[in-house]
C-alpha cells in the first residue's frame, strides 16, 4: 500500500493529487480542482506555492498503519463526506471528517490553584515540520488520540503567524536536518513574542545510534527550548510525551497565568502589600505601597529590610518580638511606626502573615498596612505626597485625597454632637437632643453595649497605643462571631477545610428537587424485644460486663456484641439504678425500662455510627464524668438525671446524615427548623414526644410541673449544645468562666480545700453549672479519640463510613458535597483524625482536664494521636498498618 498521497502545484496553479511512492512523473498525476482541493497530504513548494496556506488544521488524516481498515472505510466514503477547506486567519480549517471518523472531542479541565478554581481548554498543538513523514504523522496522530487542537507549518514564516494568532500551549519543532529550515532560529523567533512566556517548545532530535555518544542538551536550551525527544514516530511514544508535557510543564504555566489576576488585585489593592522572602529580602510592593512610603517599586525590590532607614519611635524590642512571633509561623499585627522616603514617621497598623511553602517551611511574608486615622501627622504626610503627585489637577488632587473613617465613629459622643449641631435650626436642634436623650436614658441596655461604652470612655484620655488597641478590641466586639476561630495557614488543609465545613456550618442551603425525607419509624411499643424487668433480671453475661462498666477502659462494644446491639437498655438500667434516677423521677424500673426501650428502638441500627451503641457509649461516657470529685461537687441531683436522660436522648432518630447535609436536600427538618441546629432540635423534640405519649413509658408522669420544666430546659440545653456550630463559644466560655477563676486558687500555696470553695462557688452561679453541663456532654459526645487505641480505631472507622456513605448519596443526588476529602476510594482516615484532634479535641479536653482531672483520658489521647501520625506518615490510608491487620 502506497504512502499518504501528495499535493503538486503547477505553474498555472493547478492542484495535483498523486501517491508519492508509485511515480514521480508529472504525466500520471491527477488532477483534482484548480484553487481547491481536499488536503490530505504534503505541500510540495514550488513557484506557485505562495497562493495556498502552509499551515494545516487537521480533523482527520490519514491514519497510521494500524489503523489500515479504517484508511479503506474513508476513502470509500471520502467522496460523500468529505468537505473542502476554506482559508481562516494563517490556517486552513479542515472539517474532512468522515461518517466512520473517531476524532476524540476535547473537554474543558477543573484545575485548582489555591483557593482559584481554573478552567483550563482544550490544549493546542503546533507542529513545524518542513515535510511530512512518519515522525509527523505521529506527533498528529497522538494529539488525535488525546484530543488537543492541531496545526500544522511548513516554513518558519507560516509558524510564527500562526502561534501569534492562536497561541498554543505545545510547540513541536522539527530539529532533525537543517537543510529545510534552522530550528533554533524559529525557536529564538517565537520566543521573542510575549505569548511564547508560558508556551513549551520541543525539540525533535536524531535518534542516535549505540555506539554514539549524547549530545548535551545546553545549546538547545540557551535557544529557548524546554525539552528534546528523541526520534520515534510510534504513535504511543509521542503521545506519551505529549501528555507528560500537559500534566507537567503545561499546568504549571497555566497555574502562574493566573497569577497575573492575583497581581490585578494587588496592584489595585487599597491596603498597602509588601511580600518578602523568609530572609526578609522585598520581592513585590504594590502601587499602594509606593504611595505610602514615597518610593519606587525600583528602589525596593531586592533589597533586605534592614537596609531601609526605621523609625525611632518604636520599643527597642518591637521588631525581635515580631521576628519571634512570625518566625513561629503565627501571624502577627499590631501598631508599628516606619520612616517614609521623605524621612518622615507614620503610624500604621500592620498585619504580617507567614507563607507556608515547600517542605512545609515559611517561604514568604506578607504584610498588609493602612495608616492609623487618629494620628493627625499620617493625614498631612500622606495628602501632601498625594498632593505633589498631581500638581496642577486641583479637582483630582482634592478627589484623590487620603478619606480616613475613623473606626471610633460608631461610639456615640453626645457632647460632640450637640456642640456640631448648635449653628443648626433650633427644632433640628431640640430634635437631636430629644433622640439623644432617649437613647442614654433607656434601661434596657446590652452587656455587650455597656463593654463597647466603657471602651469608649477609656480611649478618651489614653495614649495613642492604648487608644490603638482599644480600637481593635472594638473591632472584634462588633464582629457576630466572637468565638469561632479563622483557620491559620497551618490549618489549610482539605481535611480541616472539610470538617470545619462539614460540622461546624448549616450547609450551603441550596435547595434541589430531590429533597430528602428519612424515614422515622416511631415505636412506643416493644413488647416482642426480651429486656429484663429489672435490673437484676440482666443475664449473667451480660450482668459480668456491666460490673466493669464504671472504669474508663469499659469496652462498649463487647456489650453491643452479647446484647444483639441493644446495649443502650442494659447500660442504662445499670447506670441510672446507680444514680438514684428512678427514686428522683419517683417512677417504677418497669416504666424506666419500657422508656429505654423505645428510646433506644428510635436508634437507626442500619447507620454505621450514629446508633444506640453510640447512645450508650455517650451514656457511659457521662457517668464517668458524673463519678469525679469536682464535676459531683458542682451539680445538684437533678444536674445529674439531666445530663443522663440527655446523653441518652442526644442523637435518637438519627439518619446518619450531617445538618449540611439535609439542608442541601431540603429536608422536612431542615425546612421545620430553619436550617439551624435541625438534627439536636429534633432529638429533643422527638424523645419528649415518644415519652409523654405513651403513660407506660412517660418517666417524668410523677414529678411536679416546675421540677419538670427545670429538668426538661437542661435537657434540651445540653442537647442543643452537642451541635457544632457553638463549638468553639461552649468551649471559650467555659475556659474563660470555669478554668481561669480557678487557676490562681490551684496554684495558690494555701490550695487545701480549694476544691470545696471551688464546687460551692460554682454552686453558687447557675450559669457555671449550665457551662459544666454543656461542657459534659460536649466531650462526651466525641470522647472516641481519648479511648484505649482499639476503640478508638473502631470508632474511627465507623463514623469514617457514615461520613463516606454520605459523600455517596451527595453525588447520586447531585447535591454539594460537603466533605470531598471524605471518599471511600482516596480519603486517608489517619490524616482526618489528626485533622479532628487538632481542631476540635485537643483544646477541649485539655479544659475539661483541668477541671475534671482525667489522666487516663489524656493518656490516652496522647498515645491515639501518636497511632493515626505514623500511620500518616507512613502515607498509610487506613486504620492500622499493614503488619498490625495481617495480625
Known amino acids: 500500500m502506497g504512502c499518504a498521497p501528495s499535493i503538486h502545484v503547477s505553474h498555472s496553479g493547478v ?28 505541500f510540495v513548494k514550488t513557484d506557485a506555492a505562495d497562493s495556498i496556506p502552509s499551515v494545516l488544521a487537521y480533523q482527520s488524516r490519514q491514519p497510521p498503519p494500524s489503523a489500515a481498515p479504517r484508511r479503506k472505510e474513508r476513502r470509500e466514503s471520502g467522496g460523500a463526506s468529505a468537505r473542502s477547506r476554506t482559508p481562516h486567519c494563517c490556517s486552513v480549517e479542515a472539517e474532512t471528517q468522515t461518517s466512520s471518523s473517531s476524532v476524540k472531542q476535547a473537554s474543558t479541565t477543573e484545575i485548582q490553584v489555591g483557593p482559584m478554581r481554573l478552567t483550563q481548554y482544550p490544549i493546542q498543538v503546533l507542529l513545524i515540520f518542513a515535510k511530512e513523514d512518519n515522525q509527523s504523522n505521529g506527533f498528529w496522530w497522538a494529539c488525535d488520540r488525546a484530543g488537543y487542537r492541531c496545526n500544522i507549518a511548513w516554513t518558519p514564516e507560516s509558524a510564527l503567524e500562526c502561534f501569534l494568532d492562536k497561541h498554543q500551549e505545545i510547540i513541536v519543532i522539527d530539529h532533525r536536518n537543517s537543510r529545510y529550515f534552522d530550528a533554533e532560529d524559529i525557536c529564538r523567533s517565537i520566543r521573542a513574542v510575549e505569548p511564547s512566556e508560558h508556551t513549551v517548545i520541543l525539540a525533535v532530535v536524531p535518534r542516535i545510534s549505540a555506539d554514539q555518544e549524547e549530545t548535551s542538551v545546553l545549546p538547545l536550551l540557551d535557544a529557548g527550548f524546554d525539552r528534546q525527544f528523541m526520534e520515534n514516530s510510534s504513535v504511543t511514544a509521542c503521545y506519551n510525551e505529549l501528555v507528560q508535557i500537559e500534566h507537567g510543564e503545561v499546568r504549571s504555566q497555566f497555574k502562574l497565568r493566573a497569577c497575573n489576576a492575583v497581581f490585578t488585585a494587588l496592584d489595585h489593592c487599597q491596603e498597602a502589600v509588601e511580600i518578602t522572602s523568609e530572609d526578609h529580602v522585598i520581592q513585590y510592593v504594590n502601587p499602594a505601597f509606593e504611595q505610602m512610603m514615597g518610593y519606587c517599586k525600583g528602589e525596593l525590590i531586592g533589597k533586605e529590610l534592614t537596609e531601609l532607614p526605621k523609625s525611632d519611635k ?15 509561623g503565627k501571624e502577627w499585627q499590631g501598631v508599628y511606626y516606619a520612616r517614609r522616603k521623605s524621612g518622615d514617621s507614620i ?6 502573615t507567614p507563607v507556608i511553602g515547600q517542605g512545609g517551611k515559611i517561604r514568604h511574608f506578607v504584610s498588609l498596612k493602612r495608616l492609623h486615622c487618629t494620628n493627625e501627622n499620617n493625614k498631612q504626610v500622606y495628602k501632601s505626597h ?9 479637582s483630582q488632587s482634592e478627589s484623590n485625597s487620603y478619606k480616613c473613617k475613623n473606626r471610633r465613629k460608631d461610639s456615640v459622643d453626645v457632647k460632640s454632637i450637640t456642640s456640631q449641631s448648635s449653628d443648626a435650626a433650633p427644632s433640628l436642634q431640640t430634635r437631636r437632643y430629644s433622640s439623644m436623650a432617649r437613647i442614654h436614658s433607656m434601661t434596657i441596655e446590652a452587656p455587650i453595649t455597656k463593654v463597647i461604652n466603657i471602651i469608649n470612655a477609656a480611649q478618651e484620655n489614653s495614649p495613642i497605643t492604648v487608644a490603638e488597641a482599644l480600637d481593635r478590641v472594638l473591632e472584634i466586639l462588633r464582629t457576630t462571631e466572637l468565638y469561632s476561630p479563622q483557620l491559620g495557614t497551618k490549618d489549610e ?11 461546624m456550618t448549616d450547609g450551603l442551603r441550596r435547595l434541589s428537587g430531590n429533597e430528602y425525607v428519612f424515614s422515622k419509624n416511631v415505636n412506643l411499643s416493644h413488647s416482642h424485644l426480651p429486656v429484663p424487668n429489672t435490673i437484676n433480671d440482666v443475664p449473667p453475661c451480660i450482668a459480668q460486663l456491666l460490673d466493669n462498666e464504671e472504669t474508663w477502659d469499659f469496652n462498649i462494644f463487647e456489650l453491643e456484641a452479647v446484647t444483639n446491639k441493644r446495649p443502650l437498655v442494659y447500660l442504662g438500667l445499670k447506670v441510672f439504678a446507680r444514680f438514684g434516677v428512678s427514686e428522683f423521677l419517683n417512677c417504677s424500673e418497669v416504666t424506666l425500662r419500657a422508656w429505654l426501650q423505645v428510646i433506644e428502638a428510635n436508634y437507626h441500627s442500619s447507620n454505621s455510627y450514629h446508633n444506640s451503641t453510640h447512645a450508650a457509649d455517650v451514656l457511659h461516657a457521662t457517668a464517668f464524668f458524673l463519678g469525679k470529685e469536682r464535676v459531683k461537687g458542682s451539680l445538684d441531683h437533678l444536674d445529674e438525671v439531666a445530663a443522663l436522660i440527655a446523653a441518652t436522648i442526644h442523637d435518637v432518630d438519627h439518619p446518619g446524615r450531617t445538618n449540611s447535609f439535609l439542608c442541601n436536600a431540603g429536608s422536612e427538618l431542615a425546612v421545620l427548623y430553619n436550617d439551624t441546629a435541625v438534627l439536636e432540635s429534633h432529638h429533643t423534640a422527638l424523645a419528649f414526644q415518644l415519652t409523654t405519649k405513651d403513660s407506660k413509658c412517660n418517666i417524668f408522669k410523677n414529678i411536679d410541673r416546675n ?8 435537657i434540651i440545653d445540653m442537647v442543643l449544645a452537642t451541635e457544632m456550630t457553638k463549638h468553639f463559644e461552649h468551649v471559650n466560655k467555659f475556659v474563660n468562666s470555669i478554668n481561669k477563676p480557678m487557676a490562681p486558687e490551684e496554684t495558690s500555696p494555701h490550695s487545701e480545700g480549694s476544691d470545696t470553695e471551688c464546687t460551692a462557688n460554682i454552686k453558687n452561679f447557675p450559669d457555671n453549672q449550665t457551662l459544666i453541663k454543656r461542657m459534659m456532654i460536649k466531650c462526651a459526645d466525641v470522647a472516641n479519640p481519648c479511648r484505649p487505641l482499639e476503640l478508638c480505631i473502631e470508632w474511627a472507622g465507623r463514623i469514617s463510613e457514615e461520613y463516606f456513605a454520605q459523600t455517596d448519596e451527595e453525588k447520586r443526588q447531585g447535591l454539594p458535597v460537603v ?12 490524616k482526618s483524625q489528626i485533622s479532628f484532634i487538632d481542631y476540635f479535641i485537643t483544646d477541649m479536653f485539655d479544659a475539661w482536664d483541668a477541671f475534671a482531672h482525667l489522666p487516663v483520658l489524656m493518656q490516652h489521647l496522647a498515645n491515639n494521636y501518636k497511632h493515626w501520625k505514623t500511620l500518616d506518615d507512613l502515607k498509610c490510608k487506613s486504620l492500622r498498618l499493614p503488619s498490625e491487620n495481617n495480625n
Open 15 to 42: 492542484i495535483y493529487c498523486r501517491d508519492s511512492e508509485e511515480s514521480n512523473s508529472p504525466h500520471q498525476t491527477t488532477t483534482i480542482s484548480q484553487g481547491t482541493a481536499t488536503l490530505h497530504g504534503l
Open 314 to 328: 518604636n520599643c527597642a524590642d518591637l521588631l525581635d518580638n515580631i521576628n519571634t512571633f512570625i518566625k513561629k
Open 347 to 352: 503610624q500604621q497598623h500592620v498585619k504580617i
Open 386 to 394: 498625594h498632593e505633589e503627585k498631581y500638581t496642577g489637577d486641583n
Open 493 to 503: 488543609d482539605p481535611h480541616t477545610s472539610d470538617l470545619v465545613g462539614g460540622l
Open 707 to 714: 421540677r419538670y420544666r427545670t429538668l426538661r430546659q437542661a
Open 819 to 830: 466533605m470531598p476529602v471524605f471518599d471511600r476510594n482516596t480519603c486517608s482516615i489517619p
